[in-house]
């Protein structure tokens, strides 16, 4: 089984940006859903944000106008640009990936916004 692999998380204050990189090291197949879902301390992990192959990108109420996914179907990655971050974001962020074939989540990414 293929791991995914997140990067790009971090320490960053109140209003500031992190873009995460989630890649599927090996894979072949190409990936027909994607999505970032994050969990923050003691509380139940939750979809941020997912993006299919040709459809509508899809965001949680609480990151729309401020995060934005993307993918690179020719590597099988998927990013996320957090913009205007706050301390409500800081949570571990896990990649997801979805096919026929494949499902699977990386080990995650730390995000910390300190205010």
């Known amino acids: 089984q293929v791991q995914l692999v997140e990067s790009g998380g971090g320490l960053v204050q109140d209003g500031g940006s992190l873009r995460l990189s989630c890649a599927a090291p090996?894979?072949?197949?190409?990936?027909?859903?994607m999505a970032w879902y994050r969990q923050a301390p003691g509380k139940q992990r939750e979809l941020v944000a997912s993006?299919?192959?040709?459809?509508?990108?899809d965001y949680a109420d609480s990151v729309k106008g401020r995060f934005t996914i993307s993918r690179d179907n020719a590597k099988n990655m998927v990013y996320l640009q957090m913009n205007s971050l706050n301390p409500e974001d800081t949570a571990v962020y896990y990649c997801?990936?979805?096919?026929?074939?494949?499902?699977?989540w990386g080990k995650g990414t730390l995000v910390t916004v300190s205010s």
């Open positions: 993006i299919t192959i040709d459809g509508p990108n």
């Open positions: 997801n990936a979805n096919s026929p074939g494949y499902y699977g």
């Open positions: 090996g894979l072949k197949i190409l990936i027909n859903n």
